[in-house]
């Protein structure tokens, strides 16, 4: 049974679940000018989630934003007038089948139902929903408060104006949106990701390098290069354009990637987790987490259009 009223607010969201990615979405809405709810089902988290959101807000010279965000200790009440639900509860299919069962029950059939998932597919969420045609995955990349690319990806049921819809709400609060033409594990930004984190894991178990000094790879080499052009674009500037650089160094591509091939890693063991840790702690220190977050967070909100509107 389809229920239908025409009071939603076209500016309204719920965010369902309030942890990292769910708060850092609230401030990109509430900063947008859109007016935002918020449920988890846990009370610390309820509790703590107007702080956590009014500092992200802060980040961004978007404070007085904070005054469109409420929180409701209950589902339903969160869900009143909205017109989009992004959901961001733990990636875990139990409890995303299980929030979608209610969202669906609860959200009149206009409602669109998006997912924050990383690597759960729609198909599996919404496979006993009954209207699995409004259901669709927005993925950010964490914080998406900072940084703007999200991918869409439709389920096997999902309707087509669904994603168009998607892609147009994420434009108009400031968001990159890619619509993925396929449902493919990973999406694609954790697959490139990944792609690189499988290297730097293989260099560091086969002590090739200090973390310090794969991390810096990246981080004063590859990143900076990466933050303004993609792949495609770096081969483009590498040479007098793509073509040439490709022909050019195809024998060096294909061997290494063979070579790559040939040395799979795919051992995330008790050890190598060891490894890891005991790396990171020499190469930042034993308290580097918060002083990491700064550094990370001082550099996105420098960089020009990263937090828009
Ligand atoms: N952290 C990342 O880097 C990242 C990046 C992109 C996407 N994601 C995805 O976003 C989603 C959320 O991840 P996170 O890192 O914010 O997790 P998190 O653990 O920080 O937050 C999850 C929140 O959901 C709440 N919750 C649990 N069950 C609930 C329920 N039934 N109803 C309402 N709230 C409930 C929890 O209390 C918690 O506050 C996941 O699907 C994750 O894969 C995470």
């Known amino acids: 049974v389809e229920v239908t009223t025409h009071s939603q607010n076209p500016n309204a969201v719920a965010v369902i679940g309030a942890g990292f990615i769910g708060c850092s979405y609230v401030a990109v809405f509430a900063r947008a000018g859109w007016e935002v709810r918020i449920y988890d089902a846990d009370p610390t988290f309820r509790s703590a989630a107007k702080e956590r959101v009014a500092s992200l807000l802060k980040q961004t010279g978007h404070g007085d934003n904070l005054k469109n965000v409420s929180v409701h200790d209950d589902l339903e009440q969160s869900l009143d007038g909205v017109r989009w639900v992004q959901e961001c509860t733990p ?24 997912s924050s998932a990383s690597a759960l597919t729609m198909t599996a969420i919404a496979e006993k929903v009954s209207m699995p045609g409004r259901c669709v995955v927005v993925h950010p990349t964490n914080p998406p408060h900072l940084l703007r690319f999200v ?3 439709a389920g096997a049921n999902t309707k087509p104006h669904v994603v168009t819809e998607a892609a147009e709400v994420m434009r108009a609060i400031g968001q990159y949106p890619a619509v993925l033409h396929k449902e493919i594990p990973g999406f694609i930004l954790n697959r490139l990701q990944v792609a690189l984190e499988r290297e730097a894991f293989k260099l560091l178990a086969c002590q090739v390098a200090s973390v310090q000094d794969i991390d810096a790879a990246v981080s004063e080499g590859l990143g900076p290069r990466w933050a303004a ?25 294909n061997e290494t990637m063979a070579e790559l091939d040939d040395e799979p890693f795919d051992a995330v063991d008790d ?34 259009d990263m937090h828009q509107p």
């Open 229 to 253: 052009l993609g792949p495609f674009a770096v081969e483009e500037t590498n040479a007098a354009n793509i073509g040439v650089g490709l022909t050019k160094f195809r024998a060096y591509f």
């Open 91 to 114: 990636e875990n299919l139990d409890i995303k089948q299980s929030v979608f069962i209610q969202l669906d029950k609860l959200c009149p059939s206009e409602v669109i139902l998006a």
């Open 151 to 153: 991918e869409i990806v």
């Open 271 to 304: 050890a190598f987790i060891a490894l890891a840790v005991e790396g990171v702690r020499v190469a930042y220190g034993e308290n580097c987490h918060d002083d990491l977050l700064e550094k990370r967070d001082n550099l996105l909100t420098g960089l020009k």
